[in-house]
């Protein structure tokens, strides 16, 4: 059995979630820079380093990616609602 395609899946799955964890910091923070830096080091070290190298803990993988893509379209609900609201005064 090749276990080298497992693998590759769980590094792109890590690849994504750094992606949308850069995505959201820089849509809360609009601070690009901090952002990357946060993101550059969450890729070189996940909460579970684990989860990435084993096959078995691809349940941790996509736990972080949906939880980071749910955490960026929240952001992107919040900056539509702000958009939408009407001053009061």
Do not use: Y
């Not at 380093?49 to 078995?56: F, K, L, N, Y």
């Not at 996509?62 to 005064?89: E, H, K, V």
Request: aromatic residues 12%; hydrophobic residues 60%.
């Amino acid at each position: 059995m090749q276990s080298g395609w497992p693998h590759l899946v769980n590094v792109l799955i890590h690849a994504l979630t750094v992606l949308l964890l850069f995505a959201f910091l820089e849509r809360a923070t609009r601070r690009r820079w901090l952002s990357a830096f946060v993101a550059m080091l969450f890729s070189l070290h996940p909460l579970h380093v684990e989860s990435v190298a084993w096959i078995s803990e691809r349940k941790d993988v996509l736990c972080a990616c949906f939880w980071m893509l749910s955490l960026w379209m929240w952001t992107r609900g919040n900056r539509r609602l702000s958009l939408l609201a009407l001053p009061l005064a």
